[in-house]
């Protein structure tokens, strides 16, 4: 253990073994004769409890230490005779490393508000549950790339400037250079999603995903959208619709696997705290089979509900997230797969049904969220395609180099785009989607 961080310290250090443990004040507590303080560093919800005596080097820099604090404490691993942890430190040198003035620092008390916490986003992940928050992001993150290279999967980078609108996917953000008008040569936005780069690689590698940053300039105020949310598109030449969401529903559980595993603690603190159905939940969506239905099937349950929905349900009219939740929440009570969506209200690029009304699109619908995947199976037929871009409208000539595509060795492919954010929201319970990234950018936010 050459630094070791508060949880190496917990797992691995052994009775009578001398160390030094860096972290931030937890809480303080004096008795009569002695200190104790109660140190986190962030490697886990964990701390660790340093009990200090007077007299030890360094002890009289004690006097203005409180939460938020931060220290070194040097001493010799004890057992604890205290209840609620195995190890303690007992102090022989303390070092202040900085103080935190105990007027001012926001985070003494416990029970703050999420719409307070979110007025210090700089300082919530000192937080317990922010800092559950972002460890099992970063976790996610992580098994994100161990699920896609297992299945063979080869990483990508798309482009994060674009001058082509992937979707119409609604509203874009404009870049402009400040030196120069016209960088680009032509107007040029921010991506909305990385799907058409990645179909281009999908062709020469086979399988591929992406994992980056993206912009949309939704200018609504819901807590499931933001402007720049981090998005996973895997893109799979050789696979249809069904394998598309084979590999949806594996990598959905492959996420709550890797949080069971890395992060039960985290997770059982979200439970305690944000959501009581946390585990719950994560227990149902990682041991069932996904529902499949289609669209109409979809649409006939919603008429039969005897539910008063706000929006109305119609044959062709899009869903609303009140009509998903239902679904998955109320009806099948597990994650719900829906896919044959009207070509009307779906991408131009979406494979064409036999019926000539609907497209092999697919949702993925879960409890809390309503849907966390949006995907298809891509049109590889080079005059469909083309017929479909000029039913809707468009100009061929800003699809050059798609085209191009299926112009040469056309194959079935399919993909599909998690939104990063979504999915950490499912994971830990959080309710509204700021609190699942660090810095959210958002319509009227942008700080810090
Ligand atoms: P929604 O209907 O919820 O607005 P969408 O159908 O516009 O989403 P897609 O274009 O299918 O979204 O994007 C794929 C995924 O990206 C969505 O399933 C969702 O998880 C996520 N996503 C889309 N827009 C946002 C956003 N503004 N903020 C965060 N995540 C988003
Ligand atoms: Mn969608």
């Given at each position: 253990m050459a630094k070791p961080r508060i949880i190496d310290i917990l797992d691995k250090a052994e009775i009578g073994q001398t160390l030094t443990a860096y972290g931030w004040v937890r809480s303080r507590r004096d008795s009569k004769a002695v200190t104790f303080l109660v140190l986190g560093d962030g490697s886990s919800l964990k701390t660790l409890q340093a009990v200090i005596d007077p007299g030890i080097e360094g002890h009289a820099e004690l006097t203005h230490v409180g939460t938020g604090a931060s220290v070194a404490v040097t001493g010799e691993i004890v057992a604890s005779p205290?209840?609620?942890?195995?190890l303690e430190l007992k102090a022989t040198r303390v070092e202040v490393l900085g103080l935190a003035d105990q007027e001012s620092y926001?985070?003494?008390?416990?029970?703050?508000s999420m719409e307070f916490l979110r007025s210090i986003a700089h300082l919530r992940a000192r937080s317990n549950v922010f800092g559950a928050v972002f460890r099992i992001r970063a976790a996610l993150a992580q098994a994100t790339h161990r699920f896609f290279a297992a299945q063979g999967f080869h990483y990508v980078h798309t482009p994060i400037?674009?001058?082509?609108?992937?979707?119409?996917a609604g509203a874009m953000f404009e870049v402009k250079a400040s030196t120069k008008d016209h960088f680009f040569g032509r107007p040029a936005m921010l991506t909305v999603s990385g799907q058409l780069n990645a179909e281009a690689l999908a062709y020469g590698l086979g399988r591929v995903y992406t994992f980056g940053p993206t912009f949309r300039a939704e200018n609504s105020n819901t807590?499931?959208?933001?402007a720049e949310f981090w998005m996973i598109e895997p893109e799979a030449a050789f696979f249809d619709i069904h394998d598309d969401m084979d590999l949806a529903e594996s990598y959905l559980k492959a996420l709550i696997d890797t949080v069971f595993a890395e992060r039960g603690d985290d997770v059982e603190l979200l439970g305690k705290f944000v959501d009581k159905d946390l585990v719950k939940t994560l227990e149902t969506t990682r041991t069932a089979t996904f529902v499949r239905i289609s669209y109409t099937e979809a649409i006939e349950v919603l008429e039969r509900s005897g539910r008063a929905f706000e929006f109305p349900v119609k044959w062709g009219a899009d869903l609303q997230s009140e009509h998903e939740r239902f679904l998955t929440e109320e009806h099948f009570k597990v994650p719900v797969m829906i896919t044959?969506?009207?070509?009307?209200?779906?991408?131009?690029y979406m494979f064409a049904n036999d019926d000539d009304k609907t497209v092999a699109a697919m949702d993925v619908l879960v409890p809390r969220i309503g849907e966390i995947i949006g995907g298809s199976q891509r049109e590889h037929r080079l005059e469909r395609l083309e017929r479909r871009i000029v039913e809707l409208g468009m100009r061929l000539e800003d699809y050059t180099w798609y085209l191009d595509l299926n112009r040469y060795g056309a194959v079935p492919h399919a993909g599909f785009g998690l939104g990063f954010e979504r999915a950490v929201m499912f994971c830990t319970g959080?309710?509204?989607?700021?609190?699942?990234?660090?810095f959210p950018r958002a319509v009227g936010q942008a700080a810090f």
């Open positions: 205290g209840k609620g942890q195995a926001p985070l003494q008390k416990k029970g703050h400037i674009t001058a082509s609108d992937c979707e119409g807590n499931r959208h933001l044959g969506y009207p070509k009307e209200i779906k991408s131009f959080m309710v509204n989607i700021r609190d699942v990234v660090p």
